[in-house]
């Protein structure tokens, strides 16, 4: 469903697992911070609102979104967390960097979710505009943060469930 339509933090918590006996990583890139902030923020409160207790949610930042992988990465190799949550935005630019960036991102972050044993999240942003960003991290479509952490509870879930 297009964002356009749909509040990113609309969901029944009521019908979501408890996040109490679950341990979370979350990498997020440094740069737009006024949108990552924010997102980190949906992921937080979902979380807790879930049962997570601050203590079960390990917070790391990097520079960049580039940089989001190897942060996932370092988290689910040495942080003994159930899922880890990579939030970041890229805002299109003048230049194709904001291609680059977005494909690495989206194919590592693929790998990841491949190769490790535990579920990578992508919160990635990846807008034309600094509003379509902040409308998505807190403003009027909610907040990708929120979809974030649902995401990462019901993949743990799954998880368990084998």
Known sequence: ???????LSDYES????????????????EWNPDVT???LNGVLQTL??????PDQIV????PGSFELVYGAKCLADHAH????????????????HFDYVCQGVTQGISYLNATQLVPV??????????EQATDRAGG??????????????KMITLKRSF
């Open 140 to 153: 009027r479509y909610g907040n990708k943060g929120d979809e974030a952490a649902v995401t990462a509870i």
């Open 37 to 39: 902030e924010g997102l």
């Open 59 to 62: 917070v790391q930042y990097v």
């Open 81 to 96: 967390v159930d899922a880890v949550i990579a939030l970041g935005s890229v805002v299109r630019g003048d230049t194709p």
């Open 14 to 29: 009521d019908q979501l697992p408890s996040a109490s006996d679950m341990r979370f990583g979350v990498v997020v890139s």
């Open 1 to 7: 469903m297009s964002t356009a339509s749909h509040n």
């Open 48 to 53: 807790q609102k879930q049962g997570a207790n």
């Open 121 to 130: 999240i992508f919160g990635l942003l990846t807008t034309d505009t600094m």
